[in-house]
């Protein structure tokens, strides 16, 4: 019998050239190949006539080969066999890539049967890298039949080698414990774990495939809707401070701006307000296309949470945009005389009041926000260092959101004490109620279950115990700092009591310091040894000294939490927005500014490049500016690129994300830049960044290029994420299919930030009616969020998440474009979640949620 966790190498007739081609698809266990599903299944059943049929479908076809031939492309990088074959109606192309060895064994004359998926080429349709099997002469009919899974594939490895390895697993396999509830599966009609994982691998029908997927679909949904309820139940029973919400101040604030706020605004604001106002932490996500406003927002909840005496951190992703938000918050904010600091890797900045600006040491700006004498301070990741400590942080805004990960902002949260002086009486008065119930519980447990239980008993009836009492509590947490020994606890009450267990004759002086090098990590003033192995309970009083503690991997890193307000401008569609985040409260500002001219967005063909080039050139000569974005730093193709054994397929090869194109080439940046600076625009001054230029040099040409230097700025996506450069009027994108809808949309939103008309040309060299039809979506769609809804549609959730960079497995993704299995979700996780809010009944469950929640990483 063979389980989940053996390794493929543990599995008899698997050799280790066949386990080092699986390992290219991170496939190394058993489990790692259960869960590698097929991308669809082929109908051996069904017979097409060539004549019938279309590009873009499936097919299977008996016909007989008319002559075949080997080539290599102009690269000699990748081996292309090409065939002629017929079935009497008519003639078709077949085309493998990278399966040189086909030559020798389909020969001129031989019939066969050849499945696969139809292609359309400029002049053809042609049938690409199809799966095929010789007719024997004493049988017309393909030794295959039924359902035949197609998985994803690399370079050496089939489908039918997957198959083969499937095929020996399967029925020695141990049987796989089931944690999705019984009732859960009954209610949605889900078939139990192990016969979903056979009938995926052999469906008898298009309808067991069907909902063996829709199985493990679901479950993904589920675990991901359960993280999020539990997330968000967690976070209410934190503490944040309540920052009044003063009307009379908004008002006057939003009376001082220089334009009026759109609706959505003013809606998202009151939502920003209403959740600084309680007393657990906010946790609230921004979305707004770029220029919708967002950074107003934010800025007045910031002014205000100033005003209400406290300190209020505005994060950028990088020091252009930190710059720029600093001089958005001097201009509009400056005149209510708040100490505004901008801190970065090269800044080191204090506003006072109008006509009081100086530049000063960073050690200075950072005793500053230790004592509490700035109250806003603005910056890049230099905000997140061991020395920097805030004095009474109580309001973080993250820009762009999937730019900062869950460690950094633990950091941010963690590099910080709270002045909380005013609330130290109403929180001595809580502790003493806190500490009066649990001595209660103390005594109730001891009357139970007596002294005679191990530690690990006792901590299981106390946790019952505090659940009965509605206490909010941690258990068992390591706590380490810096380069001190690490130690445990057993429990953590409410963030104000530290609990160790204790099952021994006498406390020892070792348990004594224990604790005290505990209170002071965690920076708590008590905790509590119960030594419970005495006929009488015996509990240990030990005060802590209360000391400020920095460090990475703090437990508790103070009583109260600041609220957090994430903002992107990735236009997200809702649904995808609610399941993803959905620990995140949404506001959305979905109307852009009174007065913002619409961008013209033209398609330009090959034909039409030279018209384009004349316009742009005239729009330069009035004084205006032009990005210029392309979709790689360079067109050199690396061997990975040809690796792929599908290519006509996105599912069907993992190994390549930019699948390689005989029709057109990707446009270079370098290659861009050298056309445009010497052959089209000799005459006009052009710049380059990408990805590859140091981080200085880029933001120096871009602050240039703001500067007006440059006429031109050729680019990758560096400019993708909130770069505001008024002046430039004109975005030309080259290799516009290259992009998904929703950076092509961030892109057109760098220009038109001012009164003046803006253009967008989406420049392509394909002729495919899916580009142009896609393409025509950017032009049609009123905001990026019925845009967003379009992509979700067209692209898949990866368009906005990706899922190497959320950790959500491929069936996840799939998931995210199905509204009725995310609400089907929904409604599972708050079922289980209401009856029972700590999954006891559920080990299973809770244990699978537990490693769920260690692989995926949501920024």
């Not at 505001?724 to 038109?752: C, H, S, W």
């Not at 474009?817 to 009944?841: H, V």
């Amino acid at each position: 019998m063979v389980s989940l966790q053996n390794s493929l190498s543990e599995v008899k007739g698997i050799g280790p050239k066949f386990i080092a081609k699986l390992k290219r698809l991170k496939i190394e266990t058993v489990k790692d190949i259960l869960w590698h599903f097929p991308v669809y299944y082929q109908d051996w059943n069904k017979i097409t006539l060539i004549k019938n049929l279309k590009a873009g479908e499936r097919a299977v076809i008996k016909a007989k080969i008319l002559n075949i031939k080997y080539r290599r492309t102009w690269r000699k990088k990748m081996a292309v066999i090409e065939a002629l074959i017929n079935d009497g109606s008519g003639t078709i192309r077949v085309i493998w890539f990278n399966q040189y060895y086909i030559k020798n064994i389909l020969t001129k004359g031989k019939a066969a049967f050849f499945a696969g998926k139809v292609m359309a080429s400029p002049d053809d349709i042609y049938l690409s890298n199809p799966h095929y099997e010789i007719i024997n002469e004493q049988n017309e009919k393909p030794f295959l039949t039924g359902l035949l899974p197609i998985y994803p594939e690399v370079k050496g490895l089939t489908s039918k080698g997957i198959r083969f390895v499937i095929k020996k697993i399967i029925p020695s396999l141990e049987i796989i414990q089931e944690f999705v509830p019984k009732k859960i599966l009954t209610d949605y009609g889900l078939p139990e774990i192990n016969k979903a994982i056979f009938q995926i691998h052999n469906p008898g029908t298009e309808k067991e495939a069907q909902l063996a997927r829709k199985r493990f679909e679901f479950e993904e949904l589920f675990l991901l809707q359960l993280n999020n309820l539990t997330q968000k139940r967690k976070l209410r029973n934190e503490k944040a401070i309540q920052i009044q919400t003063d009307i009379e101040f908004i008002k006057k604030i939003i009376e001082s701006l220089p334009f009026k706020l759109t609706f959505p605004q003013k809606r998202s604001l009151w939502e920003i307000l209403q959740n600084l106002n309680r007393q657990f932490p906010m946790n609230r996500l921004l979305q707004g296309d770029v220029g919708s406003g967002k950074t107003v927002v934010a800025a007045i909840a910031s002014v205000l949470t100033a005003k209400n005496g406290f300190q209020a951190c505005f994060m950028a992703p990088t020091e252009i945009l930190a710059n720029q938000h600093y001089q958005t918050f001097k201009k509009l904010f400056g005149q209510f005389n708040y100490p505004i600091a901008l801190l970065t890797s090269k800044s080191a900045i204090i506003f006072y009041a109008e006509g009081l600006e100086t530049e000063i040491k960073k050690q200075k700006i950072i005793e500053d926000i230790k004592n509490g004498k700035i109250k806003i301070i603005i910056g890049t990741h230099a905000l997140i260092q061991k020395n920097i400590i805030f004095n009474n942080l109580a309001f973080v805004v993250i820009d762009e959101q999937h730019r900062f990960g869950v460690r950094q902002r633990a950091l941010l949260t963690q590099s910080q004490v709270v002045n909380t002086s005013e609330f130290i009486n109403n929180d001595k008065i809580a502790e003493k109620k806190l500490f009066s119930k649990l001595k209660n519980i103390f005594l109730k447990i001891q009357e139970e279950i007596g002294s005679f239980c191990q530690e690990e008993q006792y901590a299981d009836v106390l946790e019952k115990k505090l659940k009965e009492e509605k206490i909010n509590f941690k258990r068992e947490l390591p706590t380490e700092v810096e380069d001190k020994k690490p130690n445990f606890i057993n429990f953590i009450i409410e963030n104000r009591i530290l609990i160790n267990l204790k099952s021994k004759p006498l406390i020892e002086k070792s348990d004594y310091y224990q604790m005290k090098y505990c209170l002071e990590i965690t920076n708590l003033e008590l905790g509590l040894i119960i030594n419970f192995q005495d006929k009488y309970l015996k509990l240990k009083r030990i005060l802590g000294d209360k000391k400020i503690v920095n460090s990475n991997n703090l437990m508790v890193s103070n009583q109260f939490l600041p609220h957090f307000l994430s903002m992107s401008a990735t236009p997200i569609p809702r649904t995808l927005a609610i399941t993803i985040f959905g620990d995140l409260d949404l506001s959305i500002i979905d109307e852009l500014p009174l007065g913002r001219k619409p961008i013209i967005t033209k398609i330009v063909a090959p034909i039409n490049r030279n018209k384009a080039y004349d316009f742009i050139h005239d729009q330069v000569k009035k004084g205006k500016q032009v990005f210029v974005i392309c979709p790689r730093i360079d067109n050199a193709r690396t061997e990975t690129d040809y690796e792929q054994t599908n290519p006509d397929n996105q599912y069907e090869s993992v190994s390549n994300k930019h699948r390689p194109t005989l029709l057109w080439e990707v446009k270079a940046v370098k290659e861009e830049y050298k056309k445009l600076s010497e052959e089209i625009f000799p005459d006009l001054k052009v710049a380059m960044v990408h990805g590859k230029i140091k981080a200085k040099e880029k933001n120096q040409i871009i602050s240039d290029f703001k500067d007006k230097k440059y006429d031109i700025l050729v680019s990758t996506s560096v400019v993708e994420v909130g770069v505001d450069i008024p002046n430039a009027t004109i975005m030309m994108i080259e290799g516009a299919e290259k992009f998904g809808l929703a950076q092509l949309y961030q892109f057109r939103g760098r220009v038109g930030r001012n009164i003046y008309q803006s253009f967008c040309f989406l420049f392509t060299d394909s002729f495919s009616k899916a580009t142009h039809y896609r393409l025509r979506a950017l032009i049609e769609a009123k905001n990026g969020f019925e845009l967003a809804e379009k992509d979700l549609r067209i692209r898949g959730p990866g368009e906005f998440l990706g899922t190497e960079q959320t950790g959500l497995p491929d069936t996840a993704m799939r998931a995210l474009k199905n509204p009725k299995l995310i609400k089907e979700s929904r409604e599972a996780s708050q079922k289980i979640l209401n009856k029972d809010p700590y999954l006891d009944t559920y080990p299973l469950l809770k244990n699978k949620l537990s490693t769920f929640q260690k692989a995926i990483h949501l920024e």
